[in-house]
């Protein structure tokens, strides 16, 4: 029976542990956790995996400014990404990190096989790198000589290295991406990829560098390191137990959706699936790239000093709130202006009024009118049927609006049949009846939001099916 179990495999990025966690992070993280929590309540084998990237020039750098030993320096910022994960509620399976000894052989027995069949071949690479993006870079991929995601000049570099034979896949894999074998999602992004592909095409790239001494070892030539993306991106695989082995990966391969925002979709919709054919390995179903938040208008940024940390918004608005803000605040796929004044009228209008409010008056009244017993069961009135499709879809914020309708109706239902009035008149039948719909509609808004808000859907769950139903405290206090 298992074997006709579903499964649905979902990755985010591995974050690289130079800083601390921030709401972009968590974006991708509640995101992941959203569709994890909504396949598992449709009984699929879900497995979730998040983690860090804790090798690279940058990073060794980065210890050596704090004055700590790079391994005592990841071992901190790693710990910090897994508490921001434990705090915003999220599910993850499993919590990856490139430092572990698993991993690593499994690398370098990829990279072993690689370098065997001819894939990796002694060469020499001479351009730019930026160290922020761990990426080489073309001039065209320059505005005024800078990084366009980093705003720094990159570092000129010449030096041997191993190179792998990226352009040896580059016709198989346009196919691919053109036929949606390796499915890139909004449709813009894949267009923007399959042009680059058709305009710039695919130049070996270095898969070595000589004087990062921070980074898994070639295992046939010590005095070279893993380039970072190399390492990186077979997290994907590790994380699920592969153990580096040509030809053969675990039972929930290929990863169903894999999310990430567009300053990395290039290396994935090209370096990734290389390797990925280069094993014999079937690429993952589909990349969703989601927008970039701004803040206030601005990037988010440590010079600009605007930069939100998860727990910042925990603080003021709890984790629910936290969770529910974030996946509101745009569309998925689409770039987000987000800001603490937009958060706390969001806060007050959606779940302090609209959310809590109904909860609060429907508790209320079964407990005023009804003894605190629901009178009947009856069927919801309100259709709720196409937030799953929405979620599937990763339309998070359309799953999120029609929840909000059947909320913003059920205020208005109440406000119009004045339940008091019909307390007062004695029309208990009818009271009944409406305090039994709304009963029910609550009880599946619960289960709908369960995926975004879990602990609040599980205190509706557990008011509406206590012995006596009071009204309780409220769900959000208003700011
Ligand atoms: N370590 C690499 C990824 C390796 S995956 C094999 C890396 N790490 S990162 O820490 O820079 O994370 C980048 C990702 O974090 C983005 O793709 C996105 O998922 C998330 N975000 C970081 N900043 C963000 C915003 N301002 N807005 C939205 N998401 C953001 O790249």
Redo the contacts with the bound molecule.
Sequence with gaps: MSSLKRKFYI?????????KP????A???IAADVLARYYRSKKYEVFFLTG??EHGANIESKAREAGKEPQAFVDEIAGLFQKAWRELNISNDRFIRTTEADHIKAVQKALQAMYDKGDIYLGKYEGLYCSK??QYKSERDLVDGKCRDHNIVPEKLKEECYMFKLSKYADQLLKKIEKDEFKIRPLARKNEIVSFYKTEGLQDVSFSRKNVKWGIPMPWDKNHTTY??AD??L??LTGLGWKGETGKYPKLWPADVQ???????R??ATI?PAMLLSLEIPLPKELF??????IDGQ??SKSIGNVIAPADLIKKYGVDATRYLLMSAATFGS??DIGWQKFDEKYNADLANNLGNLVSRVLNMIEKYCDGKIPKIVKNPKKLDKIGKHIEALAFDLALKEIWQAIVWANVYIDQSEPWKLAKQGKQEVLDKILSELAALLCDLAKAIEPFMPETSQKIIKNLTSGKIVKGEPLFKRI
């Design positions: 990755t985010t990025p591995i974050y690289y542990v130079n800083d921030h709401i972009g992070h974006y991708t993280t860090t990237d993006c761990e970072v993306w990186a991106f997290n994907y999310l990430m925002s567009k300053d990395i979709l290396v994935h990734w790239i989601h927008g970039y938040f701004l990037k988010m770039d987000g």
